[in-house]
Structure formats: structure tokens, C-alpha cells
Nanobody, 123 residues
Framework: QVQLVESGGGLVHAGGSLRLSCAASGRTFSTYAMGWFRQAPGKEHEFVATITASGGHTYYADSVKGRFTISRDNVKNTMYLQMNTLNAEDTAVYYC????????????????WGRGTQVTVSL
């Protein structure tokens, strides 16, 4: 099973940017579709973005489309989430996750999760 470790979270002012990373162990990284989800206090997990195993296709939640970019480097076994023009509604714990097969925006289809990294956007 792939082990996932997120990093890059922190405190940023509204309008600022952060880049999250998700480092994965294991030789099968390039065979998994991957995704980012987030959970704000008192709320359910929310889909953010997903990417195919090859990195050739991506899909975003409407709330982040045009501001966030998901990417991956299958040589470095790392996935990224570039977040621009952040606002207070982006404050959450961000989780990376993997799944076999096609990429998806459905949380239930993912079976392997990191522990998350906190992103806090101040006004």
C-alpha cells in the first residue's frame, strides 16, 4: 500500500498562494489516480481536485476551478496542489488520496489517505 504524507500547509493572507505536496512511498505510485479533498471545521469532506495516473487529465470542484492546479511527478512520486487567490472559505485540512482505476470526485471511491495538512487563510 502506498504511504502518503502531505506538506506545505500553513497560514496565509487572503489573496495569497500556497503549494501543497503529497509524497508517496512505493513503486506503484504511477498506477494510481489521485485526489485532494479538504475538510473545514464542522463540515464534511469536500472534493477539491483529481488527476489521472499519467497526469494527463484533471478535474476540479467548481469552488476552486481557475484558482487551484493539481499536478504530479511520477518520477519523484509526488503530487502537488498549487493554490492561488486563496480566501477564507479555503481554510481546511487538506488530504491527499489514491485510488485504483479512473480518477473520480467521489470520496467513497478512494481507499488510501494521508493524515492531512492544515491550510488557514486569514482576512
Amino acid at each position: 500500500q502506498v504511504q502518503l504524507v502531505e506538506s506545505g500547509g500553513g497560514l496565509v493572507h487572503a489573496g495569497g498562494s500556497l503549494r501543497l505536496s503529497c509524497a508517496a512511498s512505493g513503486r506503484t505510485f504511477s498506477t494510481y489516480a489521485m485526489g485532494w479533498f479538504r475538510q473545514a471545521p464542522g463540515k464534511e469532506h469536500e472534493f477539491v481536485a483529481t488527476i489521472t495516473a499519467s497526469g494527463g487529465h484533471t478535474y476540479y470542484a467548481d469552488s476552486v476551478k481557475g484558482r487551484f492546479t493539481i499536478s504530479r511527478d511520477n518520477v519523484k512520486n509526488t503530487m502537488y496542489l498549487q493554490m492561488n487567490t486563496l480566501n477564507a472559505e479555503d481554510t481546511a485540512v487538506y488530504y491527499c488520496t489514491t485510488k485504483r482505476g479512473a480518477y473520480s470526485n467521489l470520496r467513497i471511491s478512494y481507499d488510501n489517505w494521508g493524515r492531512g495538512t492544515q491550510v488557514t487563510v486569514s482576512l
